[in-house]
């Protein structure tokens, strides 16, 4: 079963704009929560990281939000760049193993 | 090394023949898996080695698949009688035990 769901397979941003990444997830054990960019032809790379007793953490222009009650967290991206055009994926830690979701694909144009 | 590195990048293979995929992990990373990614899905867990050991191998999808790791190393997985519903990227990650996973480039295997 899916875990961790990003229910938006695309997302179109206009260059210096927000863009909002969403996750949702179903597991209350997960303890830590993470947003991985990924492009083509490569391995996904680290990007942000939440734990589970925070409620936001910021780094540069990526913030990432978690709202434990709802099962809820999301990846703002502020401004976006047309580097950051990639698949992101949510991921979800509980104990050693990462659950993704099944990846946003974000296209920011100029 | 510097990454983790996997090898072949891209394998072409006939349906009913086997395939090796290697990862070379992190020098000094404990925590090794395997995922794949199939196309338009998002990364399947397959297998978790803590050292030589895979405590947790529920993602493998058949019989057909297995996984060993040497001297807390290299890890390869195997696939054998290969069917056209394993082609896919698959992705190697190392971890130092920790909460932090990098990844290789992945293997894209594409079966025929």
């Known amino acids: 079963d899916q875990q961790v769901k990003q229910n938006s397979p695309s997302l179109s941003v206009q260059e210096g704009r927000i863009s909002i990444l969403n996750c949702d997830y179903t597991?209350?054990?997960?303890?830590?929560f993470l947003w991985y960019k990924k492009y083509p032809a490569e391995g996904p790379t680290f990007l942000i990281s939440i734990s589970s007793i925070k409620d936001k953490n910021e780094d540069g222009r990526f913030t990432v939000f978690l709202n434990k009650s709802a099962k809820h967290l999301s990846l703002h991206i502020v401004p976006s760049q047309p580097g950051d055009s990639a698949v992101y994926f949510c991921?979800?830690?509980?104990?050693?193993?990462?659950?993704f979701g099944a990846g946003t694909t974000v296209t920011v144009r100029a | 090394g510097a990454g983790v590195s996997q090898s072949p990048s891209n394998k072409v293979t006939e349906k009913g023949k086997d395939v090796e995929l290697r990862c070379d992990p992190i020098?000094?990373?404990?925590?090794l898996y395997w995922y794949r990614q199939s196309l338009g899905q998002g990364l399947e867990f397959l297998i978790y080695f803590q050292g030589n050991s895979a405590p947790d191998k529920s993602g493998l999808p058949s019989d057909r698949f297995s996984a060993e790791r040497t001297g807390g190393s290299v890890s390869t997985l195997t696939i054998q009688r290969t069917q056209q519903e394993d082609s896919a990227v698959y992705l190697c990650?190392?971890?130092?035990?920790?909460?932090?996973?990098?990844f290789g480039s992945g293997t894209r295997l594409t079966v025929v």
């Open positions: 990650a190392s971890s130092p035990s920790g909460k932090g996973y990098t």
């Open positions: 020098s000094g990373h404990t925590a």
């Open positions: 597991n209350s054990m997960f303890d830590y």
């Open positions: 991921a979800a830690y509980n104990d050693y193993k990462l659950s």
